[in-house]
């Protein structure tokens, strides 16, 4: 199957870059490379260094920027200093996240991801480690209620999880339609008349077995210190937890004095380390969403490094 994703945002993320031909840029979720190849094309003496934890991804990519001053590299953007130390890097020009699961991997069937295809119940984007499966058939009921309220804001957590289990001990949940069909049968009809009822409860099982909070955490952390005064950070977001967890870190790095209001001079001495670009975040266009409809949910939030 051919690695088919349509790059969201993609000249509001080539715009905001600011790219100067003789910079070094990372594009930390390389997918199939749409975002990397603009960025490639754009430089001379510079370098783009395409990192993706998804081996099927690395592939692609590393076809698609032969001949562009591109490396790909195999490792989580978390990862993101010790993998371009190894290459002698420790500062850049700019920096591109586009999180979330790509198209790819949500119509690459076999992979896990869709809860409309029938598929081995995975969802592991570096096709290793604790899959969904596991946590489907070993995790107890509070623990899948957690992941599904603070991961998929599902209401009806606690009467999901209940059924997860239950289903279990008759058999191994081993497949996707068997874990959507659980859910399904764990809702109102009200609720399976408004779109998929399995929607809230997959993104919440994938966020948990990537621990993609964690990762986004730290990368978008060394991302922004990674950054040269004047550098930029952009990151694409697909739903309302990952743009609040984006939101409250550029907060964070763009705040300065932090003395209790009482305080009448600063004495923290704190500085702002970055300034917004955005105030409010990008999003597409309608003709960007009806020409590819899985963008309708994506903000781009952008932050320049200060001196």
Request: charged content about 25%; aromatic content about 6%; hydrophobic content about 40%.
């Amino acid at each position: 199957m051919e690695f088919k994703h349509i790059s969201v945002l993609l000249n509001e993320c080539i715009e905001n870059l600011d790219i100067k031909p003789s910079g070094i840029y990372v594009d930390g979720t390389a997918g199939g490379a749409g975002h990397s190849k603009e960025i490639a094309k754009r430089l001379t003496d510079g370098h783009l260094f395409a990192l993706d934890r998804d081996p099927d991804a690395v592939k692609t990519a590393t076809e698609r920027l032969a001949g562009f001053p591109a490396t790909v590299i195999q490792t989580n953007y978390a990862d993101m200093k010790t993998a371009l130390a190894e290459k002698g890097i420790d500062a850049v020009d700019g920096v591109l996240l586009d999180l979330g699961v790509s198209s790819w991997q949500l119509d690459n069937g076999e992979r896990g991801f869709s809860y409309h295809m029938d598929a081995p119940l995975d969802m592991r984007m570096s096709q290793s480690g604790t899959s969904a499966a596991d946590l489907v058939n070993t995790l107890g009921v509070q623990e899948l209620t957690d992941i599904l309220r603070d991961y998929g804001e599902e209401k009806f957590a606690y009467r999901i999880a209940c059924n997860i289990v239950k289903a279990r001990e008759k058999a191994p949940i081993e497949t996707t339609l068997q874990l959507a069909d659980i859910i399904s049968n764990s809702v109102p009809a009200a609720v399976r008349r408004d779109g998929h009822p399995a929607r809230k409860s997959f993104q919440a099982i994938r966020i948990a077995v990537n621990q993609e909070f964690e990762a986004e955490t730290e990368g978008i952390r060394a991302a922004f210190e990674m950054l040269k005064p004047g550098g930029r950070l952009c990151v694409i977001t697909f739903h309302s937890l990952e743009d609040r967890l984006v939101k409250n870190l550029f907060s964070e790095f763009s705040k300065g004095c932090i003395c209790p209001p009482e305080i009448p001079i600063c004495v923290c001495g704190r500085k702002p380390q970055g300034k917004l670009v955005t105030r409010k975040p990008i999003v597409p266009t309608e003709k960007e969403v009806k020409g590819n409809a899985r963008s309708r949910s994506a903000k781009l939030r952008v932050i320049e490094k200060l001196p």
